[in-house]
Nanobody, 118 residues
Framework: QAQLAESGGAVVQPGGSLRLSCAVS????????IHWYRQIPGKEREWVAR????????YYTASVKDRFAITKDDAKKTVYLQMNNLQPEDTAMYYC???????????WGLGTQVTVSS
């Protein structure tokens, strides 16, 4: 069974940067697509970005694609979300999600809080 552990959330001023990490354990890392989602209380969870752990293919939602970058470290089985020029509307709980390319279970992490405020 996979475990996903997010870290790196913090309070940051508008225009600032953060790097979130998602450490994956318990499964074969390269069999999965790793996503970042975010959620504000009372709203639906929003997809932010994804990376193929096998081929490194990357996709972003339009609102972040010029500011965020998703990367991976195969040796550490970790996916990162570098977030630059953060704005108050980026404030949310950020979650890591892993789904397999083939059959199998998908997994969520517990989330890390990002707050953008002056």
């Amino acid at each position: 069974q996979a475990q996903l552990a997010e870290s790196g959330g913090a309070v940051v001023q508008p225009g600032g940067s953060l790097r979130l990490s998602c450490a994956v354990s318990g499964v074969t890392f390269t069999n999965y697509i790793i996503h970042w989602y975010r959620q504000i209380p009372g709203k639906e969870r929003e997809w932010v970005a994804r990376i193929g752990a096998d081929d490194g293919s990357r996709y972003y939602t339009a609102s972040v694609k010029d500011r965020f970058a998703i990367t991976k470290d195969d040796a550490k089985k970790t996916v990162y979300l570098q977030m630059n020029n953060l704005q108050p509307e980026d404030t949310a709980m950020y979650y890591c999600f892993a789904n397999p390319r083939g059959d199998g279970a998908s997994y969520w992490g517990l989330g890390t809080q990002v707050t953008v405020s002056s």
